[in-house]
């Protein structure tokens, strides 16, 4: 059985095309355009149409 871990390394270069390293240590996913627009205007306060 696979870890979350080696699940992860398989996974993120395969969907996104970018190589591990490249990778910072944290990360948000999400498939919901909506939802990254409202977590940047309400994280940091910009008002973005």
Do not use: C, Q, S
């Amino acid at each position: 059985m696979k870890t979350k871990l080696d699940i992860a390394k398989n996974w993120l270069p395969r969907y996104t095309g970018t190589p591990l390293d490249e990778f910072g240590d944290y990360m948000l996913l999400t498939n919901f355009h909506e939802y990254v627009r409202k977590f940047v205007r309400e994280g940091w306060n910009i008002e973005r149409e």
